[in-house]
């Protein structure tokens, strides 16, 4: 009787130390993320809204090869530039707040 009780127990604490790490990754992956530029994502959205009016429009014959091509294209282009600067705007507005830690546990040290 205390072997399966002890068996229990040892199945109970492996599955805790599987488990551990996956609950904890799904509670920073819920943790909400602020838009540092909603102006530039109100771009984005229009960029790819666009992509997919071009794309109906096409398929719907409203336009030709050559103009869905040079549509599509153009419009491309600009959503991935508007992503590339999304991107390079939320890696910059983290560089400082990782600064300020280092700032703070320095200062904690010496104090």
Do not use: C
């Amino acid at each position: 009787m205390a072997a399966g009780i002890l068996v229990a127990l040892l199945a109970l604490a492996a599955v805790a130390l599987i488990a551990w790490p996956l609950l904890g990754r799904r509670a920073a992956a819920a943790e909400p993320v602020e838009d540092p530029n909603p102006a530039l994502g109100d771009e984005i959205d229009r960029s790819l809204h666009a992509i997919r009016e071009i794309d109906f429009d096409h398929r719907a014959g409203n336009l030709s090869d050559e103009d869905f091509a040079e549509l599509d294209a153009a419009e491309r282009a600009r959503a991935a530039e508007l992503l590339r600067l999304r991107d390079e705007q939320a890696v910059a507005a983290k560089r400082p707040a990782k600064r300020d830690k280092a700032r703070t546990a320095k200062q904690a040290d010496s104090a």
